[in-house]
């Protein structure tokens, strides 16, 4: 039996570089007192229940841990930015308290983002900007923003990254993962649904999300995607300065207009389902299509612009999905418009294959279970929709590239958004009718060339190489070189008929030698000094025969039966 873990095995450097160790340990001492100090533990203390009686008591408790989040820093206030999206989750009194991370996060001091900012930029920032503004618009938990003016009058936003966040994120990053292996190596379920390649691709998103270089590469690369699409003009993206911009710092064009979390806060009545459609419809391309999508779609990254058009911001978390991956998805989704359960099957199987083919009919069944009760019409997406999805992909051993798990987190964090800001906006429904929109797009006269010219070059590529790979095996053929691999026995049903063939021949091979050594037995003599007589030898041997022949019989007759 396997020795229970520890905590303190949390602590176990990979490495041998003693200061990671004491700077982990210092990390975990700290976090413990800052929940300590807000009350947060011991956790059971913790109201999230509905009770109307005890609303002020769960009111105070989220506003402790929005504070020990902000204390916190990095990457735990971006989980709390996701719960608070969460209503599904926690109490409205949680979710509330929460969503001030998303506009309300106390800015760096002013001295050390002007020395940052000096040493990024490699001038004072008098000389590179005509005005600053040394307050932020808006502080974040990795960076914070201030509005600045350009030498020829454009207004700009500076993206700053707080000072010390990186190494701060790292080290946090780090906990999080040696967390996330321990739970994996003592949990099947987690082992099961991949919680490790999960966790480390939020957290080298999280990591990838301290330079701003890349996030200048997403912002670009998303441009790009829009203005190819049929609606350029929908969602507004900042038009990017790179000449302005390195790692510590992203300077954009600035866009007048108030966040969902504000339109929130203000309990607007504003009409947000145009929008929400607007986002939808750009995200839903983003996945499908373009192969890469923001990732982050909270309440606080989407602007309201004075126009009524949507805008987002902040691209740190943006996901890609390779090109083989994106047409499993093209596929998944054409087959839920059209009902079809068994395609929406075969593209789960195509991208996660189920270990044993004996499963498979089961699997088809459940997958078919799963869309009529939780995506058919009138439903609605919220956490028991993806712990049903987990439970199927584990029951199968499953395990979906992680690639795809993002893409369904962003969809998640987005749901979430529409959760708390339009309650009655339909997401199922609105991305059949939108999807099918996509879809018509991509049938247009044009799209349909650019598809043909590339499947064109494709085809005149591969014909190009045909005659050499004709040769090649010519010459195998004439030298006696050409080899094929074959691999025995791969299925499971083959392994159990060769395994019951020789079973039955080991059995009469040990039957008949036993009659006949039982025969032998009985025709000699009886020896009076013998311990066994030669009968009752020969009677033992002979029920051994008769035992191992029946025994070989009885098997051939249920192998027949299962066939």
Do not use: C
Not at 207 to 236: C, I, T
Not at 345 to 366: C, G, S, T
Not at 456 to 477: H, K, N, Q, S
Request: net charge neutral; glycine share 6%.
């Amino acid at each position: 039996m396997p020795t229970p873990p520890r905590l303190s095995d949390l602590s176990t450097p990979d490495e041998t570089d003693p200061g990671s160790l004491r700077a982990r340990a210092r990390r975990f001492t700290e976090l413990l007192s800052i929940a300590r100090r807000h009350g947060l533990v011991p956790f059971r203390r913790l109201d999230f229940s509905h009770d109307p009686t005890t609303s002020e008591l769960r009111r105070s408790q989220a506003e402790h841990l929005r504070r020990a989040l902000e204390e916190a820093g990095g990457g735990f206030v971006k989980m709390g930015q996701l719960l608070s999206t969460r209503d599904d989750l926690l109490p409205e009194e949680w979710t509330e308290g929460l969503a001030h991370l998303q506009r309300n996060v106390s800015p760096a001091p002013a001295d050390e983002v002007a020395a940052l900012l000096e040493r990024e930029l490699g001038a004072p920032v008098d000389e590179v900007f005509a005005a600053f503004d040394p307050a932020p618009v808006a502080a974040a938990s990795i960076a914070q923003v201030h509005r600045a003016r350009l030498t020829d009058g454009t207004s700009v936003a500076v993206k700053v990254q707080r000072p010390g966040i990186d190494q701060a994120v790292r080290r946090d990053v780090d906990i999080a993962l040696r967390v996330v292996r321990f739970m994996a190596r003592w949990s099947v379920e987690a082992r099961q649904v991949g919680v490790q390649d999960v966790a480390q691709q939020y957290a080298d998103d999280l990591v990838r999300q301290v330079d701003f270089r890349s996030e200048l590469r997403n912002l670009e690369a998303l441009r790009a995607a829009q203005r190819r699409s049929a609606r350029p003009d929908e969602v507004r993206f900042p038009d990017p300065y790179p000449e302005l911009s390195g790692r510590r710092v992203l300077v954009m064009e600035f866009l007048e207009g108030d966040t969902l979390s504000a339109v929130r806060a203000e309990r607007s009545d504003r009409d947000l389902d145009q929008p929400m459609r607007a986002i939808l419809r750009a995200f839903l391309r983003q996945v499908v299509f373009d192969g890469i999508y923001h990732g982050d779609l909270h309440p606080g990254n989407v602007l309201l612009l004075p126009d009524g058009r949507p805008a987002l911001i902040d691209f740190g978390s943006v996901g890609r999905l390779d090109p083989g991956l994106r047409d499993i998805v093209q596929e998944l989704l054409a087959a839920y418009i059209q009902d079809d359960t068994s395609r929406i099957a075969d593209a789960v199987l195509r991208m996660a294959p189920v270990r044993d083919v004996q499963d498979e009919p089961d699997f088809r069944r459940d997958i078919a279970r799963f869309v009529a009760d939780e995506l058919g019409p009138g439903a609605r997406i919220g956490v028991e929709t993806v712990d049903d999805a987990v439970a199927v992909f584990g029951r199968y051993r499953l395990k979906a590239p992680p690639d795809f798990v993002a893409a369904a987190r962003a969809l998640a964090i987005f749901e979430g958004t529409l959760r708390t800001l339009a309650p009655s906006f339909d997401l199922l429904e609105e991305s059949r009718g939108l999807a099918s929109e996509q879809i018509r797009d991509q049938l247009r006269p044009g799209k349909l060339r650019d598809v043909a010219v590339r499947e064109l070059f494709g085809a005149v590529t591969a014909a190009r190489r045909l005659p050499r790979r004709v040769d090649r095996i010519g010459e195998a053929i004439e030298t006696g070189k050409l080899s094929v691999n074959i691999r025995l026995f791969a299925d499971r049903r083959d392994r159990r008929t060769l395994n019951g063939l020789v079973r039955r021949v080991l059995l009469v091979l040990l039957g008949a030698g036993a009659g006949v050594l039982a025969i032998v037995y009985l025709a000699l003599p009886a020896r009076p000094t013998a311990v066994i007589s030669t009968g009752v030898a020969g009677a033992l041997l002979g029920g051994a025969a008769v035992v191992l022949l029946v025994w070989a019989a009885v098997d051939a007759i249920r192998a027949r039966r299962r066939e």
